[in-house]
């Protein structure tokens, strides 16, 4: 499984875009990109999955560059009940594999 | 949007006990796994369940833990002699298909507190 790198904690104010980063240098030609979100004592919740270019639905966007050693959510607008963890997984779990491996996450502050 | 649900929320029970964590996946869903999450550590897998038999299992899913879906509609998780290192919430999760483009749907959890 490849492995990720995310900032441990980011602050915005309510209202502006954030757009928290994932490094996957190892990323194998089947992976896909997912993120979750994660609010305290409740379980992950997805957000937004992608293999390459750009992905929008209405919560989010991810941007995908062309080498794919990277991603980016986008959360357009943030409000105060964004403030959670974030969380990228990288992998394809139709390759054999059934588990999701979680990192420690971004933990996204959201301050009036 | 149709969502896993589990049960109980919050459950606490001896050091030796044995526990069952219930939990309802979504209605056409084929695939069901457990995972957990110890206080202010990362969500961890445990287990996968597919066709009713175990698909896959992490090292923490040894014998004390069991899995069964004893019905159509509930997928349990038991946790025979919980030890005080077993307290944490439990996520249950299910999803249609396997693969990308499959989404895994996440329970709110069961936390379990052992004393």
């Known amino acids: 499984l490849a492995k990720t790198t995310q900032p441990i904690s980011m602050d915005s104010y309510e209202g502006q875009e954030v757009n928290i980063t994932c490094s996957h240098n190892?990323?194998?030609?089947?992976?896909?990109i997912t993120w979750y979100q994660q609010f305290p004592s409740q379980g992950p919740r997805f957000i937004i999955q992608?293999?390459?270019t750009k992905v929008t639905n209405e919560v989010a966007s991810l941007f995908i560059p062309a080498d794919r050693k990277s991603s980016t959510l986008s959360l357009p607008r943030v409000s105060l009940s964004d403030t959670a963890v974030y969380y990228c997984?990288?992998?394809?779990?139709?390759?054999?594999?059934?588990?999701?491996?979680f990192g420690k996450g971004t933990k996204l502050s959201v301050i009036p | 949007e149709p969502e896993v649900t589990q049960t109980p929320s919050h459950q606490v029970t001896q050091m030796g006990q044995e526990v069952i964590l219930r939990c309802v996946p979504i209605?056409?869903?084929?695939?069901f796994y457990w995972y957990r999450q110890i206080l202010g550590q990362k969500v961890e897998f445990l287990v996968s369940?597919?066709?009713?038999?175990?698909?896959?299992k992490s090292e923490i899913f040894d014998d004390q833990f069991s899995v069964e879906r004893p019905d159509g509609s509930n997928f349990t998780l038991k946790i025979r002699s919980t030890k005080l290192e077993d307290s944490a919430m439990y996520f249950c999760?299910?999803?249609?298909?396997?693969?990308?483009?499959?989404?895994?749907?996440f329970g709110e959890g069961s936390w379990l507190t052992v004393v």
């Open positions: 992608g293999y390459k």
């Open positions: 209605s056409n869903h084929l695939y």
């Open positions: 997984l990288v992998g394809s779990p139709g390759a054999g594999s059934y588990q999701l491996t």
């Open positions: 190892n990323i194998a030609t089947n992976d896909y």
């Open positions: 999760a299910s999803s249609e298909g396997r693969g990308p483009g499959y989404t895994i749907y």
């Open positions: 369940f597919y066709n009713n038999e175990i698909s896959e």
